[in-house]
């Protein structure tokens, strides 16, 4: 079946850096956007960056941009994320996801349009 693994996570201070990894299994995603998530205790699910199935496309939210970079190694079928200049209110579980269909859209970003979810790794950032 698939599986979606990620690590990397950790503590880390404000203004230090991460990177996450996401590895699926279980089937390849290389037609597939690929796409990261987070949620804080006691607030939803967010998205963070998606990237396009060929890696040259990547959307971001506000809140990262500038920050963060998605991005691909098909052949490894795996995503990573990589976090600079990280701030506490980055502090919450990552999850890295995959959409229902191939070849969709990069700005499809809500979390009801990916239908394969990692377990989540836990990134805390103390001030």
């Known amino acids: 079946q698939v599986q979606l693994v990620e690590s990397g996570g950790g503590l880390v201070q404000a203004g230090g850096s991460l990177r996450l990894s996401c590895v699926a299994s279980?089937?390849?995603?290389?037609?597939?956007?690929m796409g990261w998530f987070r949620q804080a205790p006691g607030k939803e699910r967010e998205f963070v960056a998606t990237?396009?199935?060929?890696?040259?496309?990547?959307y971001y939210n506000d809140a990262v941009k500038g920050r963060f970079t998605i991005s691909r190694d098909n052949a490894k079928n795996t995503v990573y994320l990589q976090m600079n200049s990280l701030k506490p209110e980055d502090t919450a579980v990552y999850y890295c996801?995959?959409?229902?269909?191939?070849?969709?859209?990069?700005?499809?970003?809500?979390?009801?349009?990916?239908?394969?979810w990692g377990q989540g790794t836990q990134v805390t950032v103390s001030s």
């Open positions: 996801a995959v959409p229902r269909a191939a070849f969709t859209s990069i700005y499809r970003v809500l979390p009801r349009e990916f239908e394969y």
């Open positions: 279980g089937r390849t995603f290389s037609s597939y956007v």
């Open positions: 990237i396009s199935w060929n890696g040259i496309s990547t």
